[in-house]
């Protein structure tokens, strides 16, 4: 029987000036949560590990299982015996280069990835314009699994605005849908927290936002505020814009009380309208 409560962490991780010390920082906040704080899924946040920019996404991009972030965080899995949600970090595969979460088991099993599906391309005039899909080429691919019966989903930043991509996982079974996340300075305050609390009541999922610590030296300034919903669309915890460390105990018999209280999943009206996933 799946336990009623599990203990996550969300690492909203500083930035460094290299892949080395990044990848060192993040093993040492990843020991702290399982072993001080009692982590069994611990989660990082998107392109954690170099410049979030185009330019940097080809530079630093790896194989993915096997490249050296990932056999980092595979043998501190190992080591600590839990479930890693690797944030994203740029994969290199067939000359293409994706933005992709890796997961990983409690043995340091490579339980899969997910490529992020809907490519950041926004443009306000002097205040934000971006072009992931410049150099990066979009997945296809939904990744879901369980921990300790939990099943648990992943996206990535963006795919959130998507309200079907968060429907789809409804219909995969998903119940605790993960973003790593870097959402940037203008729309964060709008749209960050709106969003996980929308794809959460709508689809009666918890969702994680776990995003880096902004750093306004950057080109892209990250938002920061990694936040955590229930099922009821309620924020159970928010970080803010430094590093920190959000720990929490999610409570998974809150998917049931909505489920049986606010039965809204059971009452489409697949006879009217439909949502189809296209293989
Ligand atoms: N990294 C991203 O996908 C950024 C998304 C973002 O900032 C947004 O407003 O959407």
């Known amino acids: 029987m799946a336990p009623s409560k599990i203990k996550i962490a969300l690492l909203q991780l500083d930035s460094f000036p290299t892949k080395q010390a990044a990848i060192s920082n993040a093993l040492t906040q990843i020991r702290s949560a399982a072993k001080a704080k009692g982590a069994k899924l611990v989660i990082l946040p998107e392109c954690w590990n170099s410049t979030y920019s185009a330019d940097e996404f080809e530079r630093s991009a790896e194989k993915i299982p096997g490249g050296e972030t990932s056999v980092a965080l595979a043998n501190t899995a190992k080591e600590l015996g839990i479930w890693l949600v690797g944030g994203t970090y740029p994969e290199v595969d067939a000359g293409k280069i994706h933005n992709t979460c890796a997961v990983f088991g409690p043995q340091g099993e490579f339980i899969g990835k997910y490529r992020k599906m809907h490519l950041f391309d926004m443009d306000i005039p002097g205040i934000c314009t971006f072009s992931e899909s410049s150099v990066l080429t979009p997945g296809k691919e ?138």
Request: with cysteine; proline share 5%; charged share 25%.
């Open 142 to 279: 939904f990744l879901t699994f369980s921990v300790e019966g939990l099943n648990v989903g992943i996206g990535i930043c963006y795919d959130q605005r998507f309200p079907e991509f968060a429907a789809i996982h409804r219909q995969l079974g998903t119940d605790f849908l993960i973003f790593p996340s870097a959402f940037d300075t203008y729309t964060g305050p709008m749209h960050f927290e709106l969003i996980a609390r929308a794809r959460a009541l709508d689809n009666s999922m918890f969702v994680a936002l776990c995003a880096p610590a902004r750093d306004t030296s950057k080109d892209y300034v990250a938002y920061g505020y990694s936040t955590l919903c229930d099922p009821w669309g309620r924020v159970v915890c928010r970080a803010g814009e430094h590093p920190e460390m959000l720990v929490v105990d999610l409570d998974l018999t809150l998917l049931e009380d909505i489920k049986k209280k606010i039965p809204v999943l059971k009452q489409k009206r697949n006879d009217v309208y439909e949502l189809v996933r296209k293989k």
